[in-house]
């Protein structure tokens, strides 16, 4: 079992930075891939990013390529999220997950076993 909860949100002007933080506790984190979704009104959640299990592998969503970037401290049991040049599109609850034990990198939402509360972005223009 591991529990997750997201931290860092807030609101930001279009073109700032925002760093998420996501706090683990169980004993599978360091073996299982973190994943980064968001959720904004009306839209379906969608992947944003994700890391393998050692964080020697990370993926992207393309709307993010280039200006987020995903790392993990397995030490400290947490996953971030580092965000720049953030757009007002961006705006959304941002969710944290991770897979179950030696998954692989998934962008499916299905492939993650547990979730956080989320956390909200605000960019305004």
């Known amino acids: 079992q591991v529990q997750l909860v997201e931290s860092g949100g807030g609101l930001v002007q279009a073109g700032g930075s925002l760093r998420l933080s996501c706090a683990a506790s169980?004993?599978?984190?360091?073996?299982?891939?973190m994943g980064w979704f968001r959720q904004a009104p009306g839209k379906e959640r969608e992947f944003v990013a994700d890391v393998s299990w050692s964080g020697a592998n990370t993926y992207y969503a393309d709307s993010v390529k280039g200006r987020f970037t995903i790392s993990r401290d397995n030490a400290k049991n947490t996953v971030y999220l580092q965000m720049n040049s953030l757009r007002p599109g961006d705006t959304a609850v941002y969710y944290c997950?991770?897979?179950?034990?030696?998954?692989?990198?998934?962008?499916?939402?299905?492939?993650?076993?547990?979730w956080g509360q989320g956390t909200q972005v605000t960019v305004s223009s």
């Open positions: 169980g004993r599978t984190f360091s073996s299982s891939a």
């Open positions: 997950a991770a897979s179950k034990p030696w998954m692989p990198l998934t962008t499916a939402r299905d492939q993650y076993a547990y």
